[in-house]
Every structure is written in C-alpha cells, then in structure tokens.
Nanobody, 122 residues
Framework: VQLVESGGGLVQAGGSLRLSCAVSGLVHDDYVIGWVRQAPGKERETVSCISSRDDRTRYADSVKGRFTISSDNAKNTVSLQMTSLKPEDTAVYYC????????????????WGQGSQVTVSS
C-alpha cells in the first residue's frame, strides 16, 4: 500500500492550500481515507475523512466550513482543500487509510503517507 502526498507549504493567514494523496495497493474497495495532522507538541488529530464506498465525509469541528475533502476515484486520489487558514492549522498533515469506521482516531489507521508540512503565518 502506498499513500503519496503532495501540496502543502507556507501561506499567510486567510489563505488557501490544497493537499493531494495518491492511493494505491489497497486490497478491498471499502476503506476510509483520512487526513490527520500533528502540530508541534500536540497529539495527532483526524481533521477529515472520506469513505470510498459512498463518499460520506466527516470533519473535525476545528476545520468544519473551511476544509473540504474530495475523492477522484478515476485517479485514486483524495484531496483536502483548505481555505481561511489560521496559524493554529500549522502542522504536518498525513494522509492515512483504514478499513474501519469513518474518521477513526489516528491510532486506528493502518497505512500512512510521509506527511506534508503546512505552515500558516500570522
């Protein structure tokens, strides 16, 4: 299984960034892709996730209304569009996959991407 992320970078508060995750090698077609972030000194947090079976999505309260997760099944890609970014969104963002419930805690994910740094300056 491979999860390869792209995107991220440095942006001013109020700006936008897009993260993408190319997914390959998952055996079953019923899985969940999540975006999990970890800020310095903080625990990992699942900010959003999407089901491959029915495209159901879920968001953490901290990003609801600002982040949008989407999937392109033809390209096996999951993206996270982040708008109205805040300095507290600064973190390493990981794309992760699991076969369980929608938006499981970070400890439940089976496969992880390499992580992508997102830095929001004030």
């Amino acid at each position: 299984v491979q999860l390869v992320e792209s995107g991220g970078g440095l942006v001013q508060a109020g700006g936008s960034l897009r993260l993408s995750c190319a997914v390959s090698g998952l055996v079953h077609d019923d899985y969940v892709i999540g975006w999990v972030r970890q800020a310095p000194g903080k625990e990992r947090e699942t900010v959003s996730c999407i089901s491959s079976r029915d495209d159901r999505t879920r968001y953490a309260d901290s990003v609801k209304g600002r982040f949008t997760i989407s999937s392109d099944n033809a390209k096996n890609t999951v993206s996270l569009q982040m708008t109205s970014l805040k300095p507290e969104d600064t973190a390493v963002y990981y794309c992760a996959a699991e076969y369980g419930v929608l938006c499981a805690p970070p400890s439940e994910y089976d496969y992880w991407g390499q992580g992508s740094q997102v830095t929001v300056s004030s």
